[in-house]
């Protein structure tokens, strides 16, 4: 059974950083492409970064230069490292796999204000 726990959120004053984690289990991690995608309030969930089984990253455009993604198959995590922090980064931060598209884990708040 597919598990994704996030964690790593918090409150953040703009142009501070943050890490956020995912732990996953239930399947074979470092065969699916991985994913980070947030959900501010009143927004759609959009995918903010994604890494594909060969390393290769995509960003969107809007943290492009700002966060990045990483992952280790050896402890099945996931990172996404988050600097230059803006207020429209606030959002709910969720971890995906290709695995199972329906799945989504509880998410990470992260609050950026000052």
């Known amino acids: 059974q597919v598990q994704l726990v996030e964690s790593g959120g918090g409150l953040a004053q703009p142009g501070g950083s943050l890490t956020l984690s995912c732990a996953a289990s239930g399947f074979t991690f470092w065969a699916y492409h991985m994913c980070w995608y947030r959900q501010a309030p009143g927004k759609e969930r959009e995918r903010v970064a994604r890494?594909?089984?060969?390393?290769?990253?995509e960003y969107a455009d809007s943290v492009k230069g700002r966060f990045t993604i990483s992952r280790d198959n050896a402890r099945n995590q996931l990172f996404l490292n988050m600097t230059r922090l803006k207020p429209d980064d606030t959002a709910v931060y969720y971890c995906?796999?290709?695995?199972?598209?329906?799945?989504w884990g509880q998410g990470t708040q992260v609050t950026v204000s000052s």
């Open positions: 890494i594909f089984l060969g390393m290769q990253k």
């Open positions: 995906h796999s290709s695995y199972d598209d329906d799945y």
